[in-house]
């Protein structure tokens, strides 16, 4: 999932270097105390981001003052996914590419409605792979954690009805949206082609012999052939075809476009031998195959065919070509009805009934030029396909996966709604990437706190929820450079917008007393992650973080500013610090600076921090690699046994302490992590009273 306006809107070129050419950038720079960072200073046009309003989270916005380059997946599907495309084609999400136009969805009115949409991401990873098979034969290979749209929401791959791995998940119960299965598109072939020109030409160009007329003083014959059509993508086509037969086309302009009506094109020639060539190839087949058969109706189409309002129909005044219509539809299954409305004409109509599944099936089948004819834009999520869920199979083996994110925060994949994936990474306040803390490519939005500033203040602003730190760190090293936080602080404050700050970074304590007065105007939440306890530990798994101990004493000012501070013990590592008395020690000291609640997390190996994780571990802990590979054999998380386990040896020990309680009652709905709640004191709110703290001793000059 990816909040709305997560790229960067910005205003004028530049390039960053080994990055995509973006907007708005001012200047990139690397300085002696960041080694190994670039930063790319850039002006954003907006600061707010909007949640989705079917997410879990329990906050409305989010603002990220930095953005990175170098994330993790959480949710994927397998690499030859059909993803549908804006323009009705499909292709295999492994070759979809950061700004393709492809096809979401958003809720208008009382309906869910297919709309364009743009990749804002594309990525691989290694995951797990699940089968899973609908009911009308469609297939998608995907991840565990991956979401489907389905009759009663959005539900993920596998999950389990109790427990601590317990999540809305795909059962035979459920029905997936969309409009399922469709076929393959045809690759250009020799019988293809000639089918299309045969619909192509038949339908709506002009072939024909005509003798001189006596005014021109000539005898014999002229031989023409001519195709006008206003639509240059199957004009394109039929040139470049005829050209393939040998056939020599000369273009040229018909009519100019008016404010009511496109401009018109045409290809002609009058050779005879040419007009004679494409009358062989134009006529009707003793035995036609199935590629004559896709290119007549791919061609008839472009011609004479229309679809709107729900209705996919082709026209025609010809009775062989109603007749070879209706007889290729047929072949192919399509439920196709010949409609005789008594016209003067004697044109008739072919109209192919099944909704949009049928509509798909037919595009997909045949593959038109004309694009506009096929795109599902503004088309109401309605379809009397079969997407009943029959089994989801583990295949028992990981493989590459591919996920994208989208301007909708869904696409549309194997002819069913699919959720994207988060905005990768944002769960490094989690510490579960452990291997890189911090991005090597970091963009600053250097005016994040006027532009807040602006959005915040308009008269259409409800002061809802913003949450900080849930992408990137607002903490990280960068803002020692930038101070871009005070700014967003007092945004917030002033305009009376309850907020809370999720950080690593012990940065944060220079800016408690404007937390502090902040927290007299507005309610706010603090976070902070802390995960080894063991010094020796920490030096090796995370060289470069903020040592525990300093993240504790951070905790503690939190509390000595009488502000709540919610901690997550996270990561927590199997055999090597699950350990009760590990536990107890951490979490009592935690209690000891002042923490409000505690929320303690298994460690998830997600793939990029899996790879330099298990490598880690082979070499300083090999008598571990047994157990870990057991562990995570389904995937990036613990088994829910594991997770029950753990969940039973802390329960005591946070009671004992009294650090049990959540933010929210059970606000549910972690980045990464939906089945976790947040701890008291992370979220907006009243906050717990602080825990009396005895005075320093006096001491007496001498």
Not at 530 to 541: F, G, Q
Not at 657 to 671: C, F, Q
Request: hydrophobic share 40%.
């Amino acid at each position: 999932m990816r909040w709305d306006a997560q790229r960067l809107d910005l205003e004028e070129p530049g390039t960053l270097p080994g990055l995509p050419t973006v907007a708005g950038l001012l200047r990139s720079l690397q300085v002696p105390e960041f080694p190994g960072l670039t930063l790319h200073e850039v002006r954003a046009k907006s600061a707010l981001n909007k949640v989705p309003e079917n997410s879990s989270m329990p906050f409305a916005y989010t603002v990220n003052t930095f953005r990175g380059c170098s994330h993790s997946c959480v949710y994927c599907v397998g690499p030859d996914t059909a993803i549908l495309l804006a323009d009705g084609r499909t292709r295999r999400i492994a070759d979809l590419r950061t700004g393709d136009r492809i096809i979401g969805t958003e809720v208008v009115g009382a309906y869910r409605r297919y709309v364009e949409t743009e990749v804002l991401a594309h990525w691989s990873t290694t995951k797990a792979a699940y089968r899973i098979t609908l009911a009308d034969g469609t297939e998608v290979v995907a991840s565990g954690d991956h979401r489907f749209l389905t009759g009663r929401g959005w539900k993920h791959v596998t999950g389990a009805t109790a427990g601590a791995d317990r999540r809305p998940h795909l059962t035979t119960n459920d029905s997936m949206l969309g409009f399922g299965r469709t076929v393959e598109t045809p690759k250009p072939t020799t019988a293809y082609r000639r089918g299309y020109l045969t619909g192509m030409v038949r339908g709506d160009a002009h072939l024909g012999r005509h003798p001189y007329s006596a005014a021109s003083g000539r005898t014999g014959f002229l031989d023409r052939f001519r195709l006008a059509l206003a639509d240059p993508e199957a004009l394109d086509r039929s040139e470049r075809m005829l050209a393939d037969e040998g056939i020599s086309t000369t273009r040229f302009d018909v009519t100019p476009a008016t404010d009511v009506r496109r401009a018109v094109s045409a290809i002609r020639t009058q050779r005879q031998a040419d007009c004679d060539r494409i009358t062989a190839l134009v006529a009707w087949p003793d035995q036609p195959d199935d590629e004559w058969r896709r290119g007549f109706l791919a061609g008839i189409f472009d011609a004479e065919g229309s679809r709107s309002t729900g209705i996919l129909r082709i026209s025609n005044g010809d009775a062989d070509m109603l007749g070879q219509t209706l007889s290729c539809l047929t072949w192919f299954g399509f439920d196709a009805v010949l409609e005789d409305r008594g016209l003067e004409n004697g044109v008739c109509t072919v109209r192919v009934r099944g909704g949009l599944r049928e509509h798909m099936r037919f595009i997909h089948l045949v593959d038109p030029a004309i694009r506009r004819k096929c795109s599902v834009a503004g088309t109401a999520i309605e379809s009397d396909a079969d997407l009943r869920v029959v089994s989801v199979q583990p295949l028992g083996l990981d493989m590459p996966m591919y996920d994208i994110t989208t301007g909708t925060g869904d696409f549309i994949a194997e002819g069913v709604v699919s959720h994207n994936c988060f905005a990768r990474k944002t769960h490094e306040w989690l510490e579960l990437d452990t291997g890189s803390d911090f991005d090597s490519q970091i963009v600053v939005k250097t005016n994040v706190a006027e532009v807040l500033r602006r959005e915040v203040s308009r008269a259409s602003w409800k002061r809802e929820h913003v949450a900080l730190g849930t992408n990137t760190d607002p903490y990280q090293r960068a803002e020692g450079r930038y101070r871009l936080m005070p700014g967003v602080i007092d945004a917030l404050a002033r305009s009376g917008t309850p907020f809370s700050v999720l950080t690593k970074g012990t940065l944060l304590t220079r800016d408690l007393p404007l937390l502090a007065a902040a927290s007299r105007d507005v309610p706010i939440g603090l976070g902070v992650s802390l995960a080894i306890w063991d010094d020796d530990l920490h030096r090796s798994l995370e060289p470069g973080v903020p040592t525990p101990r300093a993240r504790l004493e951070l905790v503690r000012r939190i509390a000595d500013a009488g502000l709540p501070c919610g901690v997550f013990l996270a990561p927590v590592l199997p055999g090597l610090t699950d350990q009760k008395e590990h536990l107890e020690r951490a979490i009592a000291a935690v209690a000891e600076a002042g923490a409000t609640g505690v929320t303690v997390l298994p460690l998830h190996l997600r793939p990029g921090a899996r790879e330099w994780f298990t490598a880690w571990l082979s070499r300083e802990h090999p008598k571990l690699v047994g157990r870990y590979r057991t562990l995570y054999s389904r995937g990036a998380y613990v088994p829910a046994e594991y997770r029950s386990w753990l969940t039973a040896r802390v329960a005591p020990i946070l009671a004992a302490h009294g650090l049990d309680r959540h933010s929210g009652g059970e606000a549910r709905g972690l980045p990464g992590d939906e089945s976790a709640a947040f701890p008291h004191g992370s979220l907006p709110g009243p906050a717990a009273p602080a825990a009396a703290r005895p005075e320093p001793e006096q001491l007496a000059l001498c």
